[in-house]
């Protein structure tokens, strides 16, 4: 991991299973749900909803600093401490964790290369149905890093070319308008296709077999040389939902160390509604 521009945000299983019960490390696993993690989850690990815990309620929006205090302190979290995510469909609701905890200013947030499902398939590597039950502290936010979340007057302005690069991390089909969800998820778009100028690039391109990162090397061929990201732009990604591309903004980000990635949550569920936004097949 060391040729990644910051090597020091993910960590390999075996460094977690070394490391278990540390003070000053707490370990997250952010699902779609939580039903993956009542079957089984990492010992110690608390367990965080990605529809109903880090999603307003009311609006569609993430949670706001408050709620994220109140999730993160209720889980004894404390700004200090070092907080490894993972999760399922190959991290992608846990990165949509991290991207959250770089939101709000926490300092030391990493991924678990591979999520649950590589912790699953290596035999020496235990799982617990137990549910800790941490002492809640008082969380304080230290930051409100919007600038790492596009809205739409960002994606259109985008969809001109110029400065921006705008990817698109769905499948082709998505791409195309083939689609307008993935197999077995519901469509939330009225309308397929993709916005304007963006590169098609799979989410799943970044990742090897076992869902763990490809090298550096490999991930620069694909991003810059390959598919055309300049580096020297200012990136927005986006997907469906904003799990997914919250997965390939941390590709850019922090593995590639791409200056200004911004994620764009609202993603095709919300361009693919707009009256009148222009689309392309």
Known sequence: MANYANPEVLVETDWVKANLGKPGLKLVEIDVDTKAYDAGHVPSAVGFNWQTQLQDQVRRDIIGPDAFEKLV????????????LYGDNNNWFAAYGFWLFKIYGHNDVRLMNGGRVKWLNE????????VPKPA??????????????????????????GKWNLV???????????????????????????????????????????GTFKSADELRSIYLDQKGVDPNKDTIAYCRIGERSSHTWFVLKYLLGIKNVKNYDGSWTEYGNLIAAPIEK
């Open 168 to 210: 698109d991390v769905r499948s082709p089909d998505e791409f195309t308008g083939k689609v307008i969800a993935p197999p077995g998820m519901s469509e939330t778009a009225q309308r397929g296709g993709h916005i304007p100028g963006a590169k098609s690039i799979p989410w799943s391109t970044a990742v090897k077999p076992d």
């Open 136 to 161: 809640p502290v008082t969380y304080k936010a230290s930051a409100n890093h919007l600038d790492l979340r596009a809205l739409i007057p960002q994606v259109f302005e985008a969809q001109k070319g």
């Open 123 to 130: 035999p020496d590597k235990q799982m617990t149905t137990e």
């Open 73 to 84: 302190g209720g889980a004894g979290i404390s700004p200090s401490d070092i907080v490894i």
